[in-house]
């Protein structure tokens, strides 16, 4: 069965890093492309990047483009979001995401909190 399992998340001061984890099971990891997405208290859930199976090619909403970066690991079955410069609005908990197999699989997310 897919299952995804987020880490990497804290608290943070504004212009600190993180680096997000989602490591992936019960399917062919190197098989499908995988996003991040966000979602802060009472806000709609937004994906914040994208990567394709080969990681050659991925994809950034505006508010985190060079600042967020989207990376794979096919032999670890892992997907990274390393997170620079990080901002108060960049609060959230942060889900990864993978269409599989008819149905949209989600991880059950990283709390991530930049506050001074």
């Known amino acids: 069965q897919a299952h995804l399992a987020e880490s990497g998340g804290g608290s943070v001061q504004p212009g600190e890093s993180l680096k997000l984890s989602c490591v992936v099971s019960?399917?062919?990891?190197?098989?499908?492309?995988f996003s991040w997405y966000r979602q802060a208290p009472g806000k709609e859930r937004e994906q914040v990047a994208r990567?394709?199976?080969?990681?050659?090619?991925?994809d950034y909403a505006d508010p985190v483009k060079g600042r967020f970066t989207i990376s794979r690991d096919n032999a670890k079955d892992t997907v990274y979001l390393e997170m620079n410069n990080l901002k108060p609005e960049d609060t959230a908990m942060y889900y990864c995401?993978?269409?599989?197999?008819?149905?949209?699989?989600w991880g059950e997310g990283t709390q991530v909190t930049v506050s001074s």
């Open positions: 019960g399917f062919p990891f190197k098989k499908y492309g």
């Open positions: 995401y993978v269409y599989y197999n008819g149905e949209d699989r």
């Open positions: 990567i394709n199976i080969y990681g050659t090619i991925m």
